[in-house]
């Protein structure tokens, strides 16, 4: 299927800005293809949708934010282990590519920009721009999809689906951030359950204030689920086991 029947790329770009879109789509799916994490191709076509929605109603400049949200995973520090690699790669393919300086600085500063880095840890100033495609990865990360994200990168990371005895962190610091090995279900409270108060623009609020309900109403089933609260439930509206 083209980018344009994705729906990753924008409308009204020259002949130029589409092979620069159509190069930073090319390279992203060439870093991401054997992501198994939720932070593969199709979460990069999802936060390249949803940033040039809110691009149109933001009026932000659209080939910026197709191109950021194309690239804004590359070399991410999930995968790097740094917070820098990712702009930096970026900057590179985009000065090879021939994109303008002052393009190809607001592009890698949006990316530098997206990630989240801690409860307690200051959000890196952006541009419009910057939110559009900050809010898009973040909203991916909320509702059914964000539900379905958190528990794949935690099984791919290694990390229990969940243990009552431990407590969720809020880090002070971006390295304790990336550093930190809890639970799949304290990284809702960690981050997930934080991100509607992060949001940039008002139509993210008002996506993340909805996809964060979904977020509250699957924990609740899970809690009664593990403790078993659901079944006494129903058993005992059944009168007991027959």
Request: a negative charge; one cysteine or more; aromatic letters at 6%.
């Amino acid at each position: 299927m083209s980018l344009a029947g994705l729906g990753v790329l924008a409308d009204g770009l020259d002949e130029t800005e589409s092979a620069a879109v159509h190069a930073a789509a090319d390279f992203a799916r060439e870093k991401t293809c054997d992501a198994v994490t939720g932070h593969d191709w199709w979460h990069v076509v999802r936060v390249t949708r949803v940033a040039l929605m809110l691009a149109d109603v933001e009026r932000a400049d659209r080939f910026v934010v197709n191109l950021a949200a194309l690239l804004h995973d590359v070399d991410d520090h999930k995968v790097s282990g740094s917070f820098e690699t990712g702009a930096q790669t970026v900057r590179r393919f985009l000065d090879e590519l021939g994109v303008s300086e002052r393009n190809a600085a607001e592009i890698a500063g949006v990316v530098a920009a997206t990630s989240f880095r801690g409860a307690g840890v200051a959000e890196l100033p952006t541009s419009v721009e910057g939110w559009c495609v900050r809010d898009a990865d973040r909203l991916d990360a909320l509702g059914a999809i964000g539900i379905a994200r958190a528990f794949a990168w935690g099984g791919r990371a290694g990390r229990p689906l969940h243990d009552p005895s431990t407590t969720a962190a809020q880090h002070d610091s971006a390295e304790q951030y990336a550093r930190h090995d809890g639970t799949s279900v304290n990284h809702f409270h960690e981050k997930l359950l934080l991100l509607h108060g992060r949001m940039g623009t008002a139509g993210g609020r008002r996506i993340a204030a909805e996809r964060t309900c979904i977020l509250r109403e699957f924990l609740t089933a899970f809690g009664e689920e593990w403790d078993g609260r659901d079944v006494a439930a129903v058993l005992s509206l059944d009168g007991g086991s027959q």
